[in-house]
């Protein structure tokens, strides 16, 4: 399962970045909106950072088929190979993905995926990925990780390439639970990232470590100093 962060903040990408193994960036309108200003501008700071071979995927934003092809096809010229575009799993969105499909090798990623069946769609029209929003479909009072692991299942039992990429989590647990069963990617806040390996027995058992080193070598001592 590849690990993406769900975020537009250069800093906070780039905090997550030095520590832990990302494969790109993930936006929505919403998630640029709480960065400000032209888009782009955004989105190819993130891509210079991420470097050309991250998946980096951004949302398309228009209502009709044929000016959500044009959306695709621009953010693709400005933002370069490996940019997944996201498309919603709606009608529009579907006739915009065989638009695409039939005319260019745009990567797409279907997203606003609540039910299965707009994920097998969404497949069936030529997505890369699609993105079911695990914590907005248990706040319906559903189960949002059972409808991401049948959108897994239905995948692999018609055979299809397409792979599930989760969204929207709450919490570490989901994340946990998705890896277990081989999703092909998760995308997750920088909070939610910094979260999954947090555990104060974790910290206690290292620092204990530590100290029964320095309490023979030395306070601030480590295997450097010694040959
Ligand atoms: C990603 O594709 C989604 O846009 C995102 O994860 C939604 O997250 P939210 O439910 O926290 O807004």
Redesign the pocket.
Known sequence: MKLLI?DAHLDAIKKIYEIYPVAGV?T?P??LSKVGGNPFDTLSRIRDFIGEDADL?V?AVSRRAEQIAEEARHIVEILGANTFV?IPAVPEGFKAMKLLVDTSEILI?A?AIYTPMQAFIAGQCGASFA?P?V??IDNMGFDGIKVAQEIQQIFSVNRMETEV?A???KNSQQVLELCKCGVGAA?V?PEIFSALVKNSAIDSAVEDFIGDFESFAGAGKTMIDFN
């Open positions: 769900d993930t929505n919403t998630i995927h949302q996201k990623t997203t993105a929003y914590n907005r990429i969204a929207s989590f995308t806040s």
